[in-house]
């Protein structure tokens, strides 16, 4: 009889579990849905197997403010996220990719790396400027990667999750990125 009542009681307490799982819609909320899908490769030196990688934007299409709860790599491989940004963006010019920290300056005109601050907690007012999201990731193994990055957010009332679609790999020297 005990043994009974305590499935029961361990059967309720999945249930009232399971029914509180998150399960946010992915790419639907007002941050976009995610780009469009391809894989970014960078060779990197083995003494520094890190890389700015700044391929992403992201623009508020609602009537609320959002603001970022967090951001992650999704099913990383060996791949390392270190620091998250939000740079402002003018004229659809992104950071891209760079070797070192921070980027270059000057070659894209538009971007506003001087108003970069941390992706968490950072507010986007609808019809703002475009944000690019740029993630610093360090390899720790000669084949380092991940299926994107995943951004977690809200607005009044609901909450989102955007999964980039573009896959990040970092190749330490001497491999290369095979085409």
């Given at each position: 009889?005990?043994?009974?009542?305590?499935?029961?009681?361990?059967?309720?307490?999945?249930?009232?579990?399971?029914?509180?799982?998150?399960?946010?819609?992915?790419?639907?909320?007002?941050?976009g849905d995610g780009g469009t899908p391809g894989e970014e490769?960078?060779?990197?030196?083995?003494?520094?197997?890190?890389?700015?990688?700044?391929?992403?934007?992201?623009?508020?299409?609602?009537?609320?403010?959002?603001?970022?709860?967090?951001?992650?790599?999704?099913?990383?491989?060996?791949?390392?996220?270190?620091?998250?940004?939000?740079?402002?963006?003018?004229?659809?010019?992104?950071?891209?990719?760079?070797?070192?920290?921070?980027?270059?300056?000057?070659?894209?005109?538009?971007?506003?790396?001087?108003?970069?601050?941390?992706?968490?907690?950072t507010t986007i007012a609808p019809g703002s400027l475009t944000?690019?999201?740029?993630?610093?990731?360090?390899?720790?193994?000669?084949?380092?990667?991940?299926?994107?990055?995943?951004?977690?957010?809200?607005?009044?009332?609901?909450?989102?999750?955007?999964?980039?679609?573009?896959?990040?790999?970092?190749?330490?020297?001497?491999?290369?990125?095979?085409?």
């Amino acid at each position: 009889m005990r043994r009974a009542i305590l499935v029961l009681v361990t059967g309720a307490l999945l249930a009232s579990c399971a029914s509180t799982i998150n399960t946010e819609p992915v790419n639907t909320g007002p941050l976009g849905d995610g780009g469009t899908p391809g894989e970014e490769c960078v060779p990197v030196d083995a003494k520094s197997p890190s890389a700015v990688i700044g391929i992403d934007a992201l623009q508020n299409t609602s009537n609320e403010t959002v603001t970022i709860d967090s951001v992650i790599l999704a099913y990383p491989k060996q791949l390392k996220l270190t620091s998250v940004l939000l740079v402002p963006i003018a004229q659809h010019n992104l950071i891209g990719v760079a070797l070192t920290y921070p980027p270059p300056q000057g070659p894209e005109p538009g971007v506003m790396w001087d108003q970069r601050r941390p992706a968490p907690g950072t507010t986007i007012a609808p019809g703002s400027l475009t944000e690019n999201l740029v993630a610093m990731v360090t390899a720790e193994a000669t084949t380092a990667q991940a299926a994107g990055l995943i951004v977690s957010y809200h607005n009044t009332g609901h909450r989102y999750i955007l999964h980039t679609a573009t896959r990040i790999r970092l190749q330490v020297s001497p491999s290369v990125c095979a085409p």
